[in-house]
């Protein structure tokens, strides 16, 4: 996901967005801990995007 691909959502969108991806990240979370984490990476994906949408949704609030 890009920041160029979020700046057109609206504020709920990407709101929406961000609630499926800490839901995501928790249940990674939980996959790791037990042991059943398939790829690995997708946690570092996750995360970034967490902070992508922050990013976009703070520009918006700003500007």
Do not use: C, H, W, Y
Not at 32 to 42: M, N, P
């Amino acid at each position: 996901m890009k920041a160029s691909d979020l700046r057109p959502k609206t504020q709920d969108q990407l709101k929406e967005e961000l609630g499926n991806l800490r839901k995501e990240a928790f249940n990674l979370r939980f996959q790791k801990a037990g042991g059943q984490l398939g790829k690995t990476g997708r946690v570092r994906q996750v995360r970034r995007d967490i902070a992508r949408i922050k990013t976009v949704l703070g520009e918006k609030a700003a500007g």
